[in-house]
């Protein structure tokens, strides 16, 4: 018996301390992870990146447990690049709020950071740091009241048109080249500026007894100060004295394009000012005396088969550059042919200009045939600066059936090129197109679809109205309207922008400013068209290369 009860106690024994330990050892249920459960950014919800994002965005982040506020300034934070971005945070329980102390920039590239310090008032730490890219898009409210389309027009018009009047050079009344430049003034600027002169005079921005002060000043100084070349000018001409500005190092002698641009402009200044007084009289026979003093024959180079661009008396013809090729000097062998004094024949015309029909194109891009030049049309200036006097409208030659359609399909090849944006540059769209000669936020380029750096000028396409009206005017709303703000200054819209380096211009151009003014006319009434293609010169000059037109 007494065997028995020693061997049951340590039983019991064992039996209850089994059953003690298995209470005392059960484990503790685990507390519920501190963690980010939402994240709202705009009208965006739960992304990794947030893309085209309002500027004016709120951000609101939801949690598991209810936040320490002590730790959130410390560790959840909104970067541009390297900078601390300021902000307000509203912490109610569960929920952060944080709100941007000044609307975000647009276009550009944010991180919302959470370090892993943040941590719930129960004094639990979030189980993981997160990272959120943010890229916002345009600030789209309108940064200027409605007004009706056409009177949006004539406002671009009209204030364009006010670089060249009252940054008219002082001794010459002709055009700077920009508008911070006090003393070099450019020769073919100021032929887009005497054509501005003319449409201000027509829709009373000035009188037209003061549009022919303006152009007879012009028109002396070049006749009584200027250096001339063989009856050429320079590109760029001092102020001062009417001597030349070396535009490069070889370059400081007579420049026929630039003549040509010049010329162009004169001329249609020529048959606007029809009047029998004797002011508008004498204007008419100096525009004359100058036009037939130009040697176009004379830049053929000793007779040869192409228009050379330039000539020097330091340098003669060493810069060797013909003018061929599909470009923007279509106007150079118009006006060399219409020369009544130092004309040119048609065969330099067809292997100089159109290298004997090798300027032909005839390929499609998005679906658009290009008759002439490059492919996908180069910048478009080409289809502007010859084009504020010569009326493509029905015109043909033996190089091109249409010379419309050339100038429509060019512009809208780069209407769709910036909708389909293959680079991805920010802003480019059916709003925001146009790819041409202009500044950039790496210096001055002739940007195109085949050399696009996402700048974009607002020339490219306000120029292009009478082609695209559509589509230019989807572009001048957004450039206005929209991002008016940043590019509508006291001469216009500045020279260019880029979206994506969130670049601005602060200059104007002339030679970009001058189009703008005077495609838009010639889309709302065909004025300088009108006026040009009426200069009996230029209809002989134009069918004797070959060109057909009901307005020849």
Not at 15 to 34: V, Y
Not at 41 to 61: H, R
Not at 441 to 450: E, I, K, L, Q
Request: glycine fraction near 10%; charge should be negative.
């Amino acid at each position: 018996m007494k065997k028995a009860l020693l061997l049951f106690f340590p039983l019991l024994l064992l039996l209850l301390t089994a059953c003690g330990g298995s209470e005392k050892d059960e484990p503790t249920p685990p507390a519920t992870p501190f963690e980010l459960t939402n994240i709202t950014i705009g009208d965006k919800q739960n992304l990794a990146t947030f893309e085209k994002v309002s500027t004016a965005a709120v951000f609101v982040l939801e949690f598991s447990d209810a936040v320490d506020g002590a730790t959130v300034t410390a560790n959840i934070q909104l970067k541009k690049g390297e900078t601390v971005v300021a902000v307000g945070t509203n912490v109610d329980g569960k929920k952060i709020t944080i709100t941007p102390s000044s609307i975000l920039t647009t276009f550009a590239d944010y991180k919302l950071i959470i370090n892993s310090g943040l941590k719930s008032a129960a004094g639990m730490l979030i189980t993981t740091g997160k990272v959120y890219t943010v890229k916002t898009g345009m600030d789209d409210s309108d940064k200027f009241p409605r007004i009706t389309d056409e009177e949006l027009l004539t406002k671009v018009q009209q204030q364009t048109f006010k670089y060249f009047w009252d940054l008219g050079a002082a001794n010459s009344g002709m055009a700077r080249e920009r508008n911070g430049w006090s003393d070099i003034v450019t020769t073919g600027g100021t032929g887009f500026g005497v054509m501005a002169m003319v449409v201000a005079s027509e829709r009373d921005f000035v009188s037209r007894a003061q549009a022919l002060g303006r152009v007879q000043k012009i028109v002396t100084f070049l006749d009584e100060r200027c250096v001339k070349y063989r009856g050429a000018y320079a590109h760029w001409i001092k102020d001062a004295d009417g001597s030349t500005a070396p535009f490069s190092d070889k370059d400081n002698g007579g420049d026929l394009v630039e003549t040509a641009l010049l010329f162009q402009g004169l001329l249609t200044a020529r048959a606007y000012f029809d009047g029998a007084s004797a002011e508008e009289t004498k204007l008419r026979d100096d525009i004359t005396r100058l036009w037939e003093a130009i040697e176009w024959d004379w830049y053929r180079k000793n007779g040869g088969d192409q228009l050379i661009w330039h000539w020097s008396l330091d340098y003669g013809w060493d810069i060797n550059m013909g003018v061929g090729g599909w470009n923007e000097a279509l106007i150079v062998y118009v006006l060399a042919a219409s020369s009544p004094t130092h004309t040119i024949p048609k065969e330099v015309y067809d292997k100089g200009w159109a290298h004997n029909g090798s300027i032909r194109n005839g390929q499609k891009f998005y679906g658009l045939e290009l008759p002439l030049g490059d492919d996908m049309g180069g910048p478009l200036f080409f289809a502007h600066y010859s084009f504020l006097g010569i009326n493509p409208k029905d015109l043909s030659d033996t190089y091109a059936a249409d010379y419309w359609l050339q100038n429509k399909n060019h512009s809208l090849i780069h209407y769709n090129y910036c909708k389909e944006n293959p680079k991805k540059y920010a802003g480019y769209g059916e709003n925001c197109w146009g790819l041409t000669a202009c500044d950039g936020n790496d210096g001055y380029n002739a940007h195109s679809p085949t050399n696009d750096k996402g700048v974009i000028a607002p020339t490219a396409a306000l120029s292009s109205f009478p082609y695209t009206p559509e589509e230019s005017m989807k572009a001048l709303h957004y450039y206005y309207y929209k991002i008016g703000d940043k590019i509508w200054k006291d001469y216009g819209f500045v020279d260019a922008f880029n979206l994506t380096a969130q670049w601005y211009d602060k200059e104007t151009l002339a030679i970009d400013q001058g189009p703008i003014i005077g495609m838009i006319e010639n889309h709302r009434t065909g004025l300088l068209w009108n006026l040009f293609m009426s200069i009996p010169e230029v209809k002989v000059g134009m069918k004797k290369l070959g060109f057909e037109s009901p307005n020849l």
